[in-house]
């Protein structure tokens, strides 16, 4: 074997548990950015664009300022607990032929992290305030009920879910009562320098008037380090494969960007 030769193999010796251990810090890195049980604080600005719904000729936006909020166990509550708090701005059709864009209703929900080591389970109360600035942005009901989250996580990413259910209580006499239950699966492949594919399309039941519609979706995203914090910006394509009602997303555009802070 001549010198070059050797000389590029030692390198090559050298340099690959350097390279293994980069690649798990990407994927550490993303699935920290990517977890919702994840115990860190954090700030996300997504954005859910349907250009078409089913049997109309109009679009709807939904774009979500959400902020999570990790609390350490008290004497009270022995278990750590996530708060998460979610004001989406939309765009609906109103009564007169255009369009409104407001503030639509606040969601709150308080997750308690039950189970840590290997599959995370958190399960926790979750209210629904009806703050929309029109009646077509929201329900205008009080809405209340439970959310639970379950996560597989590994150095090739993540797999699990989170359920939601909630009824309303309380709230304008003469809009109708709302139950309503979805599923968002989280389904992440991480790929080398914090680059991952991504499906994670919401199904939506409303059960008060037996619609629902289940969207597939296929996306991209890329998490960093910047500092101390994380961000990590995604889209994702999501198509409706099952669907039953009218005025239902034929297609939806999801995109955002979340910040981690201090992870």
Known sequence: MSRLRFGRAVLLTALAPISVCANADNADTANKSNNPLN??????????????????????NDALLRGTLPLAPSNFIG????????LPISTRPDPHGGYSTGIGDLNLFDIFLLKTEGVQLGIGPQI???????????????????????????????????????????????????????????????????????????????????????????GVGKAWKSGINILNAFVEPQWTVERKGDGLPQF???AGINVTFGK
Request: glycine share 8%; proline share 6%.
């Open 39 to 60: 115990l860190a604080p954090g700030a996300n600005l997504q954005d859910y664009y349907s250009p078409k719904l089913y049997d109309t000729n109009v679009h709807t």
């Open 79 to 86: 278990v750590p607990q996530i708060l998460r708090a979610t």
């Open 128 to 218: 629904t305030a009806p703050t929309a600035a029109q009646d077509e942005l929201g329900t205008g009901k009080w809405q209340a009920g439970l959310a639970a989250v379950a996560i597989d996580s590994s150095p090739s990413g993540l797999l699990g879910g989170l359920v939601q259910y909630q009824s309303s209580f309380a709230g304008d006499s003469d809009r109708q009562h709302v139950e309503t239950a979805t599923f968002q699966p989280f389904v992440i492949h991480n790929l080398p320098k914090g680059w991952y594919l991504r499906s994670t399309g919401t199904w939506t039941f409303d059960l008060k008037n037996d619609t629902h519609y289940i969207p597939i979706g296929l």
């Open 252 to 254: 939806t555009l999801f």
